[in-house]
C-alpha cells in the first residue's frame, strides 16, 4: 500500500507560479512511476505529467507542455510539479499518482485556482 501526500495548492494570479509536492510512503519510492492528475468541475480527470522511476524520462501533457516541469527526488520520497505561467483554465484539483505494474493509487488531491 502507498501513500500520498500532496502540498502546495493555492490561489494564483494568471501568470505566476506554483510548486505542488508530493510525499510517498508504504513501499520504496524509486520502484514506482509518479505522475500528476487534474480535475476541473465538471470535467474528467486528465493526465499532466509524469515521471518514471529514475527520473530518466518525463512526459507532458500537450496543454502544460513548455510551462510545467515534473522532478523527483527518491532521497526524500517525493514528486514535484513546478508550474509556471499559470493560466485560468489551469484551475483544478492536482492529483498525484503512484504507479507500480499494474497497481495505482491516488493522493487525496490539491486545489489550484487561477485567477484573471
Known amino acids: 500500500q502507498v501513500q500520498l501526500v500532496e502540498s502546495g495548492g493555492g490561489l494564483v494570479q494568471a501568470g505566476g507560479s506554483l510548486r505542488l509536492s508530493c510525499a510517498a510512503s508504504?513501499?520504496?519510492?524509486?520502484?514506482?512511476?509518479m505522475g500528476w492528475y487534474r480535475q476541473a468541475p465538471g470535467k474528467e480527470r486528465e493526465f499532466v505529467a509524469a515521471i518514471s522511476w529514475g527520473g530518466g524520462a518525463t512526459y507532458y501533457a500537450t496543454a502544460v507542455k513548455g510551462r510545467f516541469t515534473i522532478s523527483r527526488d527518491n532521497a526524500k520520497n517525493t514528486v514535484y510539479l513546478q508550474m509556471n505561467s499559470l493560466k485560468p483554465e489551469d484551475t483544478a484539483i492536482y492529483y498525484c499518482?503512484?504507479?507500480?505494474?499494474?497497481?495505482?493509487?491516488w493522493g487525496q488531491g490539491t486545489q489550484v485556482t487561477v485567477s484573471s
Open positions: 499518482n503512484a504507479a507500480a505494474g499494474s497497481e495505482g493509487y
Open positions: 508504504g513501499r520504496t519510492f524509486s520502484d514506482l512511476d
